[in-house]
């Protein structure tokens, strides 16, 4: 979902939102890092619920050598009339920007330079 257009960029509707079936959409990236390397920022959980209709969470596990950024998506409805759309619109604009985040990542030392460490020796 991350280079995909806006679902709703109209701020107003005339007609219901129809969609062709309930879904779910699971996803998972891991990056493994060389010791060179360090996550700088990932992005942060988030918990977003429309109703009983829609649910997305996404999900990161940092280790030293590897991240996991985990992400659920639920639509369990097809049809929401027009009343529904500034709620849904939200709901979805919400999820696509967290959906925009990035994971930056910048280079570092390989060991800390403590006085017994090897690093700190040369």
């Known amino acids: 979902m991350s280079n995909e257009k806006p679902h709703f960029p109209h701020e107003k509707r005339d007609l219901g939102v129809y969609f062709d079936y309930a879904y779910m959409l699971q996803d998972a990236v891991r990056v493994h890092l060389p010791a060179s390397i360090r996550a700088e920022s990932i992005p942060t959980v988030s918990k977003e619920q429309y109703e009983k209709y ?8 940092q280790k030293s050598d590897a991240i996991t950024v985990r992400r659920d998506f639920i639509l369990g409805d097809f049809y929401f009339e027009k009343t529904n759309y500034p709620a849904l619109r939200s709901f979805y604009g919400k999820i696509e920007n967290k959906d925009q985040e990035n994971l930056v990542l910048t280079t570092g030392s390989q060991a800390s330079t403590t006085p017994n460490s090897p690093a700190a020796s040369n």
């Open 54 to 61: 829609a649910a997305y969470s996404l999900t990161n596990e």
